[in-house]
């Protein structure tokens, strides 16, 4: 398919082609996107979708590529990055509302400024308001399904929806969005009324508990396996002699077992073989299944 002249006669702004990956993973890894889109609205972003729909061109969306293990190969059709291009924030007495590529960190300042506690444990989760919502993200005890309220996505046709907390089926690490293969465009979430002061303290807390605890200057994906029920990957990791475990660049954190890390240039079938291994030596060594976290996307 001619995806350059397509496009071109569409004249969409923001487009790519044949763009590398790596650079849109906080995992370093991926390779080439037949088309990268990065829509700056809501209007335009459903405009893609109703063009790919109607060309019938396949479609890949992704935040800030925090939890991805993108092939080498890299995706086919159409990728479209919802991250800094997508972000605002409003709020509105105790709402606050996001677009799905706001970081975390940002909509938590926001919140913050205002006086208003809620987001501070998920502060730190290195990844954008939509994916957060997608996979009900949390930390320290708190979770998106505990916020949010109301939540719009599109599907792959350009249509929007309209969810309320209920209807989102949030669970560990899973919503609708995955369900019924959504793509989150915003969220509103009800905060409370605080004391600004011990909101920012609690925020600072739990930021210095991320710094000195993860290795959040490497290139990692986050927690790369989920908690398996009686126990936590990193502990598990851990008892079997794993930490700091490398195999090329591919290796197990030293700061934190739960993380697996890119130490330069691993490619994605080196990273998804190590993942594999050390799974495989825990199940052997403790009898626990840890299942990967990180999602596998593209051509494999």
Same mark, same amino acid.
């Given at each position: 398919?001619?995806?350059?002249?397509?496009?071109?006669?569409?004249?969409?702004? /923001?487009? @790519?082609?044949? %763009?590398?990956?790596?650079? &849109?993973? +906080?995992?370093?890894? *991926?390779?080439?996107?037949?088309?990268?889109?990065?829509?700056?609205?809501?209007?335009?972003?459903?405009?893609?979708?109703?063009?790919?729909?109607?060309?019938?061109?396949?479609?890949?969306?992704?935040?800030?590529?925090?939890?991805?293990?993108?092939?080498?190969?890299?995706?086919?059709?159409?990728?479209?990055?919802?991250?800094? /291009?997508? @972000?605002?924030? %409003?709020?509105?007495?105790? &709402?606050? +509302?996001?677009?799905? *590529?706001?970081?975390?960190?940002?909509?938590?300042?926001?919140?913050?400024?205002?006086?208003?506690?809620?987001?501070?444990?998920?502060?730190?989760?290195?990844?954008?308001?939509?994916?957060?919502?997608?996979?009900?993200?949390?930390?320290?005890?708190?979770?998106?399904?505990?916020?949010?309220?109301?939540?719009?996505?599109?599907?792959?046709?350009?249509?929007?929806?309209?969810?309320?907390?209920?209807?989102?089926?949030?669970?560990?690490?899973?919503?609708?969005?995955?369900?019924?293969?959504?793509?989150?465009?915003?969220?509103?979430?009800?905060?409370?009324?605080?004391?600004?002061?011990?909101?920012?303290?609690?925020?600072?807390?739990?930021?210095?508990?991320?710094?000195?605890?993860?290795?959040?200057?490497?290139?990692?994906?986050?927690?790369?396996?989920?908690?398996?029920?009686?126990?936590?990957?990193?502990?598990?990791?851990?008892?079997?002699?794993?930490?700091?475990?490398?195999?090329?660049?591919?290796?197990?954190?030293?700061?934190?077992?739960?993380?697996?890390?890119?130490?330069?240039?691993?490619?994605?079938?080196?990273?998804?073989?190590?993942?594999?291994?050390?799974?495989?030596?825990?199940?052997?060594?403790?009898?626990?299944?840890?299942?990967?976290?990180?999602?596998?996307?593209?051509?494999?």
């Amino acid at each position: 398919m001619d995806y350059k002249s397509l496009y071109n006669n569409k004249k969409f702004t /923001n487009i @790519d082609f044949d %763009k590398d990956l790596n650079t &849109y993973t +906080t995992f370093g890894i *991926g390779g080439p996107a037949d088309v990268l889109a990065k829509p700056t609205s809501v209007e335009e972003l459903e405009e893609l979708l109703k063009f790919n729909h109607e060309n019938n061109i396949k479609t890949f969306v992704m935040g800030k590529g925090s939890n991805l293990l993108v092939s080498d190969k890299g995706i086919r059709g159409c990728v479209i990055v919802l991250a800094d /291009n997508f @972000d605002d924030v %409003k709020i509105e007495g105790n &709402y606050l +509302t996001a677009l799905s *590529g706001t970081s975390l960190n940002k909509a938590s300042l926001a919140a913050i400024d205002e006086g208003l506690a809620g987001m501070e444990e998920i502060s730190g989760i290195p990844g954008s308001v939509g994916g957060a919502v997608s996979m009900n993200a949390g930390a320290y005890g708190g979770e998106i399904k505990d916020i949010a309220v109301e939540i719009k996505a599109f599907d792959f046709e350009g249509k929007l929806h309209t969810f309320k907390n209920e209807e989102m089926s949030f669970s560990y690490r899973h919503s609708r969005i995955f369900d019924d293969n959504l793509i989150v465009v915003s969220a509103k979430f009800k905060l409370e009324k605080g004391d600004k002061h011990i909101i920012t303290e609690k925020y600072l807390d739990y930021t210095n508990r991320r710094q000195t605890k993860q290795p959040l200057d490497k290139k990692s994906a986050g927690s790369t396996f989920k908690r398996p029920e009686g126990s936590y990957a990193s502990k598990l990791i851990d008892e079997c002699g794993l930490r700091g475990f490398r195999e090329g660049d591919c290796q197990v954190s030293e700061k934190h077992c739960g993380f697996i890390i890119n130490r330069d240039k691993a490619t994605c079938k080196q990273m998804l073989d190590f993942i594999n291994h050390v799974s495989s030596i825990v199940k052997e060594e403790t009898g626990f299944v840890l299942e990967r976290e990180v999602k596998l996307v593209g051509d494999l």
